[in-house]
């Protein structure tokens, strides 16, 4: 049987972490990309020499051509500047729009069938470049923002209250910045409404601590979070590449779901096979909904600005 084919175009941290857990999940054939020479390389024959140890048997090739992309099932993007200290994820606009159009090029005519998932930052902007660039179907172009918010936002809550992040179920809606929405009615520890669990005045600072939490790692490493971004990644393809049938909290294209049209923003949806098969539209409380419509006003500032950079 053929396996997968995984392209993962940018071999920094996050893709070198892509490649890493592609192989240990068997997921597929990793091409790692960049325009590094020597770096894609490297990362791609040391994990190459893991391969007897952990037993896995995919093909993993480093490279500095888009030729070895071609024909890819799935294509994951983290090329692009990462942040550093002080920076927000807004100020990337400009280098990284015109990266993902570069990038976008390449994945049109090498890898024309491939579901694409966006990590670049600012990514509301960047998926929609891609998007835009490539031309693919909506389905087939999302981006990976609410499935890490998400994750963050039940790790802390499972470290408040010392229970097994398996306890916690939670989701963060809107725009991957700092005006972000963790959903706090749908937060459940063990089915038990979080609120129930927690002071309000807690719960607060919990949700601040989620929109922020990017830039809490910056301020630590020097640089952008790498594990958590490519799991988050890597959760996304596995539902595409097994068919699942997944909810997941991904930037996805919204075309009158939650009274939005034209921008891609965080919503619950349903991946598998089809890529993007449905957005779920939820019930929310209306100081949830205006926190919504903030983050998506954001959203759409940010697409404008990079405007000048992308294809009509």
């Known amino acids: 049987m053929k396996r997968n084919k995984i392209a993962l175009i940018g071999a920094g941290m996050i893709g070198g972490t892509l490649a890493h857990l592609c192989a240990l999940k068997r997921l597929g054939d990793v091409i790692l990309f960049d325009v590094v020479e020597g770096l894609p390389q490297g990362k791609a024959l040391d994990l190459l020499e893991a391969g007897p140890i952990e037993g896995y048997d995919c093909a993993i090739v480093g490279t500095n051509s888009y030729e070895d992309i071609a024909g890819a099932d799935v294509c994951i993007i983290t090329a692009g500047l990462a942040r550093k200290p002080g920076m927000s994820r807004d100020d990337l606009l400009a280098v990284n729009s015109k990266i993902?159009?570069?990038?976008?090029?390449h994945l049109r005519d090498k890898?024309?069938?491939?579901f694409v998932i966006v990590i670049t930052n600012p990514l509301d902007a960047m998926v929609t470049a891609i998007k835009r660039a490539t031309g693919f179907p909506k389905q087939r172009v999302v981006g990976q923002a609410g499935v890490l918010d998400s994750a963050r936002y039940r790790a802390f809550i499972a470290m408040e209250l010392g229970v097994s992040v398996q306890s916690v179920s939670?989701?963060?809606?809107?725009?991957?910045?700092?005006?972000?929405?963790?959903?706090?009615?749908?937060c459940q520890v063990g089915g038990v409404p979080v609120e129930t669990l927690i002071a309000p005045e807690r719960l607060e600072a919990i949700e601040h601590r989620v929109r922020h939490a990017g830039g809490e790692i910056v301020n630590l490493l020097k640089s952008s979070a790498y594990y958590s971004p490519a799991h988050a990644a890597v959760q996304m393809a596995e539902a595409y590449l097994s068919d699942r049938k997944q909810?997941?909290?991904?930037?996805?294209?919204?075309?009158?779901?939650?009274g939005v049209n034209?921008?891609?923003?965080?919503?619950p949806v349903l991946i598998g096979g089809g890529g993007v098969e449905r957005v779920i539209e939820i019930a929310l409380t209306p100081a949830e909904e205006q926190a919504l419509a903030e983050s998506v006003s954001h959203v759409r500032e940010l697409v404008e600005a990079a405007a000048k950079f992308l294809p009509a």
């Not at 890898?111 to 491939?114: C, R």
């Not at 989701?171 to 929405?181: Q, S, T």
């Not at 909810?247 to 939650?258: F, Q, R």
Request: net charge negative.
């Open 247 to 258: 909810v997941l909290p991904c930037a996805a294209l919204l075309e009158g779901e939650y």
């Open 262 to 267: 034209g921008f891609y923003v965080g919503v």
């Open 100 to 105: 993902m159009v570069d990038v976008a090029t």
């Open 111 to 114: 890898a024309p069938n491939a």
């Open 170 to 186: 939670a989701i963060v809606l809107g725009g991957h910045g700092d005006d972000m929405v963790p959903v706090r009615s749908y």
